[in-house]
């Protein structure tokens, strides 16, 4: 029977998590936008790069171009649909080196600690107080126009000023872990150093790891967003470079809205989404946010109960052989303390 009641606990847990309202849209966001980067290059209607009419300015919106045209006369539609695809897989490779790096480096300097976690918390703090897009426009400087144009790259070098916040914090949560008893326990067992971090250490770390990694893929998608509207990286075919191209054309100026809002607001949503799954990520695994009632189920199950009154210090009589004078003077001296009552017009009388 406990078995069965530890077991329905266990299922009720895992199935909090996707009933968060938080987690649903940003999971259902994230998802729209990875299934547009899947099919999007099979369904544009036109090449992102082809040429239509011969006309001065940009068309606006039509039948025959959903988005209109850029100052070239390509359709934006295409371009969009296309460029989803470059952001996302940047992001997502970005995310995954970022955030392997930070386990490695959190989690190893947490644990061993001495002079290694000296070091290593040196080398993330460098790389925190470091600027992020300077350093990425030189290191962008030294690649060259074909590395620039490599998804894997400039994943790798966005990773490279992305892994040490997430460092950071997995550095601190295994400060906390490594002394547990279950730790000692492997230790004292003769367990080796990277089978304890592995199954003792990380299992617990899983959820700061998954927040780390979706503060690392927002990150990304911010800076290569940057990197190609200041035309580091190649721009084609992307979300930034399409922003690039609209701002060399003065599009904001000129009035056509239909060449740079697309992309940014699909840049925005695809960021919202991200900041969605971690807030509900953290709403979850944080205890002072699953207590102060920012889930919805903790709203829905605080309404019926009274809420805690805190700085009280609670009187606790016993019961003796002098029961009622101990009740009578501990009543009267609370009553004293507070200035009112029988007991306090004796005192003043």
């Keep these: 029977m406990a078995m069965g009641i530890g077991t329905d606990q266990l299922a009720q847990r895992a199935l909090r998590l996707p009933r968060s309202p938080k987690i649903l849209t940003g999971l259902g966001i994230l998802l729209f936008f990875i299934l547009w980067a899947i099919i999007g290059p099979f369904v544009r209607p036109y090449s992102p790069d082809a040429t239509f009419a011969n006309a001065p300015v940009p068309l606006p919106p039509s039948g025959a171009h959903w988005l209109g045209t850029t100052q070239v006369q390509q359709d934006v539609f295409s371009q969009l649909l296309v460029g989803g695809g470059r952001m996302i897989g940047v992001a997502l490779i970005g995310g995954i080196i970022a955030t392997v790096a930070s386990v490695a480096i959190g989690v190893t300097a947490g644990y061993l600690g001495g002079l290694a976690d000296d070091l290593l918390s040196m080398l993330a703090n460098i790389f925190l107080v470091m600027p992020a897009l300077p350093l990425l426009i030189i290191m962008v400087g030294f690649l060259g126009q074909s590395a620039s ?104 100026l000129t009035g056509y809205w239909w060449w740079f809002i697309p992309p940014g607001l699909a840049i925005a949503l695809l960021g919202t989404s991200l900041v969605l799954l971690n807030f509900g990520i953290d709403e979850f695994i944080n205890p002072r946010l699953r207590t102060a009632g920012l889930t919805s189920k903790g709203r829905r199950g605080r309404r019926g109960r009274r809420r805690p009154e805190f700085a009280l210090t609670p009187v606790i009589r016993t019961v003796t052989g002098t029961g009622i004078s101990t009740g009578i003077s501990t009543a009267a001296s609370t009553a004293t303390s507070a200035g009112t009552g029988p007991a306090a017009e004796g005192g003043l009388a």
């Design 149 to 252: 144009s490599n998804l894997f790259v400039i994943a790798l070098v966005i990773a490279v000023t992305g892994w040490a916040w997430g460092a950071r914090v997995l550095r601190a949560q295994t400060l906390s872990l490594r002394n547990r008893d279950y730790v000692d326990s492997a230790r004292i067992i003769g367990e080796r150093r990277w089978r304890i971090i592995a199954t003792e250490i990380l299992p617990n770390l899983t959820p700061i790891v998954a927040t780390s990694f979706l503060f690392t893929v927002l990150y990304a998608v911010g800076t290569y967003a940057a990197l190609a509207f200041l035309g580091l990286v190649n721009p084609n075919w992307s979300w930034g470079g399409m922003l690039f191209y609209a701002q060399l054309s003065n599009a904001e």
